[in-house]
């Protein structure tokens, strides 16, 4: 059974930073594509940035320049790096992996940016 844990969320003030983690444990072999997505209330859920195996990393244009995706296939982890955070960015986050047996998705992390 595959399982994607997160961690990092919280409660910030507008221009500060968190990080979020994502570890999958269990039976995944082949990764394709690591990635985050957020869904804000109301809203759908969008991708926020991904890295694919091999391949460059895509970022959502309201992120780009302030978040910064990596990931470490030894660990089987990914990570984001969010800077300069902005009220908008107020969503819950959720990892995504997507691999030869199919996608997985975390169960979310809730990140507000209030002052």
């Known amino acids: 059974q595959v399982q994607l844990v997160e961690s990092g969320g919280g409660l910030v003030q507008p221009g500060g930073s968190l990080r979020l983690s994502c570890a999958a444990s269990?039976?995944?072999?082949?990764?394709?594509?690591m990635g985050w997505y957020r869904q804000a209330p109301g809203k759908q859920r969008e991708l926020v940035a991904a890295?694919?195996?091999?391949?460059?990393?895509n970022y959502a244009d309201s992120v780009k320049g302030r978040f910064t995706i990596s990931r470490d296939n030894a660990k089987k982890m990914v990570n984001l790096q969010m800077n300069s955070l902005k009220p908008e960015d107020t969503a819950v986050y959720y990892c995504?992996?997507?691999?030869?047996?199919?996608?997985?998705w975390g169960q979310g992390t809730q990140v507000t940016v209030s002052s």
């Open positions: 995504h992996v997507r691999s030869n047996q199919g996608d997985y």
């Open positions: 269990g039976s995944i072999f082949s990764i394709y594509s």
């Open positions: 890295i694919p195996d091999g391949g460059s990393t």
